[in-house]
T-cell receptor, first 114, second 115 residues
Framework: GQQLNQSPQSMFIQEGEDVSMNCTSSSIFNTWLWYKQDPGEGPVLLIALYKAGELTSNGRLTAQFGITRKDSFLNISASIPSDVGIYFCAGLSAGGTSYGKLTFGQGTILTVHP | KAGVTQTPRYLIKTRGQQVTLSCSPISGHRSVSWYQQTPGQGLQFLFEYFSETQRNKGNFPGRFSGRQFSNSRSEMNVSTLELGDSALYLC??????????????FGQGTRLTVV
C-alpha cells in the first residue's frame, strides 16, 4: 500500500529558529496537504498544494509540492512557542484502487524552547 | 460556516461493549472519512463515505463499521470493544463536488477509552 515517510520524527528548537520538515512517497500524489495538531484536538489544515513545483506561503509557513509529485516540504520561519505541536503531511492519491484516499505521514513533533 | 462536529468528545466504555460515534460534516461537504489515532500508530484510515456509499476502506477488522445518511452526517460503530480500541477517533469532511482532490477538514475528535 501507499506509504509516506515524514522526517524528522521530532525537533527541539529555540524560539526564532527556522524549521524544515519533509515527506517522501513511493507513489505519486495529486495533492499535498500540511496539517498541525495540538494535543487532544483534530488536525488543522495549514497549506494545500495542487501542482507539481508549486510553492505556497501562509504567513511564516512555506510549503512546496515536489516536481516528481512524490515529495513535499514545509518550512516554518522564525518559530514562536505557539508553533509547538505535531505536523502532518498528507497526500491525496492519483488513481487506482486508492483514488481519492488521503494518506498521512507519521508526523513531526515540534518543541520550541523560549 | 460551522466546522466539522463530532460527538461525543469523550467516551469511556467497557471491554465487550459497543459504541457509536457521530460526525456532522461542513455544510455542503458530501464526503466523510474516519481515522483512528493512537500514539504508536499515528493516523490510520478507517473508511470514507460519499453519498451514503462506502468509497474506500482501510485495514481494520469487521468490528469497525460506518454509515452515512442522506444529509451527509456519518456514524461509526465499533462492536465488541477491546482495550486496544482506545484512541482518538477523527472525522474529516471534504466537498467533492466534481473534483476528487479537495482539502479535508477535521473535527475535534472523540476520545474513546476502553477499560
Amino acid at each position: 500500500g501507499q506509504q509516506l515517510n515524514q522526517s524528522p520524527q521530532s525537533m527541539f528548537i529555540q524560539e526564532g529558529e527556522d524549521v524544515s520538515m519533509n515527506c517522501t512517497s513511493s507513489s505519486i500524489f495529486n495533492t499535498w496537504l500540511w496539517y498541525k495538531q495540538d494535543p487532544g484536538e483534530g488536525p488543522v489544515l495549514l497549506i494545500a498544494l495542487y501542482k507539481a513545483g508549486e510553492l505556497t506561503s501562509n504567513g511564516r509557513l512555506t510549503a512546496q509540492f515536489g516536481i516528481t509529485r512524490k515529495d513535499s516540504f514545509l518550512n516554518i520561519s522564525a518559530s514562536i512557542p505557539s508553533d509547538v505541536g505535531i505536523y502532518f503531511c498528507a497526500g491525496l492519491s492519483a488513481g487506482g484502487t486508492s483514488y481519492g484516499k488521503l494518506t498521512f505521514g507519521q508526523g513531526t513533533i515540534l518543541t520550541v524552547h523560549p | 460556516k460551522a466546522g466539522v462536529t463530532q460527538t461525543p468528545r469523550y467516551l469511556i466504555k467497557t471491554r465487550g461493549q459497543q459504541v457509536t460515534l457521530s460526525c456532522s460534516p461542513i455544510s455542503g461537504h458530501r464526503s466523510v472519512s474516519w481515522y483512528q489515532q493512537t500514539p504508536g500508530q499515528g493516523l490510520q484510515f478507517l473508511f470514507e463515505y460519499f453519498s451514503e456509499t462506502q468509497r474506500n476502506k482501510g485495514n481494520f477488522p469487521g468490528r469497525f463499521s460506518g454509515r452515512q445518511f442522506s444529509n451527509s452526517r456519518s456514524e461509526m460503530n465499533v462492536s465488541t470493544l477491546e482495550l486496544g480500541d482506545s484512541a482518538l477517533y477523527l472525522c474529516a469532511s471534504r466537498r467533492l463536488t466534481g473534483e476528487v482532490n479537495t482539502e479535508a477538514f477535521f473535527g475535534q475528535g472523540t476520545r474513546l477509552t476502553v477499560v
